[in-house]
């Protein structure tokens, strides 16, 4: 069974920058992908950012945040930058062991397409 924590959130100022980690055990070998997600209260999960052999990313965060990743470590990393006011939400990393077929790397914004998820860790950000 494969455990992510993640970890790093935290209130920060707009304009200001946090680094989310997230942490797999559990399990040998890096996951074929890596994900992150966040929800504000009474609103869906979103996508994002995610990295496998390419990375993806929301519009609403293109430009200001880099997912990373590093194999050797079972860590996943997200640097935000310019973090604005509509950043703030739980934020939630997954992993997914199942290799995907095809070429487009679309499947890395699709919730379901993940078997592992985190507890999540907030981000606040003030204006």
């Known amino acids: 069974q494969v455990q992510l924590v993640e970890s790093g959130g935290g209130l920060v100022q707009a304009g200001g920058s946090l680094r989310l980690s997230c942490a797999a055990s559990?399990?040998?070998?890096?996951?074929?992908?890596v994900g992150w997600f966040r929800q504000v209260p009474g609103r869906d999960r979103e996508f994002v950012a995610g990295?496998?052999?390419?990375?993806l990313y929301a519009d609403s965060v293109k430009g200001r945040f880099t997912v990373s990743r590093d194999n050797a470590k079972n860590t996943a990393l997200l640097q935000m930058n310019s973090l604005k006011p509509e950043d703030t939400a739980v934020y939630y990393c997954?992993?997914?062991?199942?290799?995907?077929?095809?070429?487009?790397?679309?499947?890395?914004?699709?919730?379901?397409?993940?078997?592992?998820w985190g507890q999540g860790t907030q981000v606040t950000v003030s204006s």
């Open positions: 997954a992993a997914t062991y199942e290799v995907k077929t095809g070429y487009s790397s679309s499947w890395l914004a699709q919730a379901d397409q993940y078997e592992y």
């Open positions: 559990g399990r040998t070998g890096g996951a074929y992908g």
């Open positions: 990295i496998s052999w390419t990375t």
